[in-house]
């Protein structure tokens, strides 16, 4: 089974192999069906010893640091353009349109360039911190704008909501309060593949019809759908830990870490969008 988060679906870990994110625990004393990376557990036993088949050591498979440090590289990479882009795009009077081109231009090259590693065989180290960098540009000015023209102050809030909920996540995930099943996939698969065609078609009717649309993006309705993305953010926050708990459980390549940390920032990034968006409203609202 695929991993996927609220932005782009993207294929587990191991492609060549068809690595499966939810399959049940390794067995002991047994190999694990279906895992690409299991060793053979029948290697020969010590005759002298008695030992139990032991199967060999593996090297270069991911790790838990080896995760901690892709996934600081590249959210490192998409806070430092979006400083940069704070400080040299100011969005006042003289430079707003020049800011605004700049960083919608940069939001439609990070799409393009998440696409293509999503549908990469392999996780391209360049292109995902090619993609941070470019997402980091068009964060920066719409957080820029947001804090100038909108709420003071809110962007702040927006960064420490989005920390708040990734720990949350981990603590619940970690303690075992989520459990993340076939079923659970499902269920967040179609709510967000549902949250997906609203926000487009609100979209049209925005573009078309002047606005906001069908009012889904302000208000009341906006409010809802602001916290409806912030539980979709979090429930694939705990597809990604199952599947980076599963890659490493089931020793998948060093390497393939950068495909966790590439599904990482999608989700924050995520869901810093829908906090920035939803405090925006309610401080708009006092």
């Not at 060793?39 to 593996?58: E, H, I, K």
């Not at 920390?163 to 996939?185: D, N, P, Q, S």
């Not at 599963?246 to 998948?252: E, P, V």
């Not at 990482?264 to 006092?286: A, F």
């Amino acid at each position: 089974m695929r991993s996927s988060n609220p932005v782009f679906s993207r294929r587990g870990f191991s492609r060549d192999n068809g690595y499966a994110g939810f399959n049940a625990a390794p067995q002991a004393g047994g190999p694990v069906a279906g895992n690409p990376y299991a060793t053979n557990p029948y290697a020969p036993a010590d005759a002298q010893l008695g030992a139990p088949p032991q199967a060999p050591p593996r090297t270069g498979v991911m790790t838990v640091d080896d995760v901690v440090a892709r996934t600081a590289m590249t959210l490192g990479t998409v806070v430092l353009t979006a400083i940069l882009s704070w400080v040299l795009l100011p969005v006042d009077q003289a430079n707003l349109g020049k800011s605004y081109g700049i960083g919608i231009g940069a939001a439609l090259v990070a799409f393009v360039l998440a696409l293509v590693q999503s549908f990469k065989r392999k996780a391209s180290p360049a292109l995902i911190l090619a993609y941070a960098a470019f997402e980091g540009v068009f964060l920066g000015v719409i957080s820029s704008a947001v804090s100038t023209y909108i709420a003071d102050g809110v962007v702040m809030q927006a960064v420490l909501g989005t920390m708040a909920v990734f720990a949350g996540v981990l603590i619940a995930y970690k303690m075992r309060w989520i459990r993340v099943t076939r079923r659970f996939y499902g269920f967040v698969m179609a709510a967000a593949l549902g949250f997906m065609l609203l926000m487009a078609v609100n979209l049209l009717f925005a573009v078309f019809g002047g606005g906001d649309g069908l009012g889904f993006r302000s208000g009341g309705l906006g409010i809802l759908f602001g916290v409806i993305g912030i539980i979709l953010g979090a429930c694939f926050l705990a597809l990604d830990f199952k599947q980076v708990e599963d890659g490493i459980t089931y020793g998948a390549p060093r390497e393939e870490s950068w495909l966790a940390a590439f599904g990482l920032t999608m989700t924050l990034v995520w869901i810093y969008l829908e906090m920035l968006r939803l405090l925006s409203i309610l401080q708009g609202d006092d």
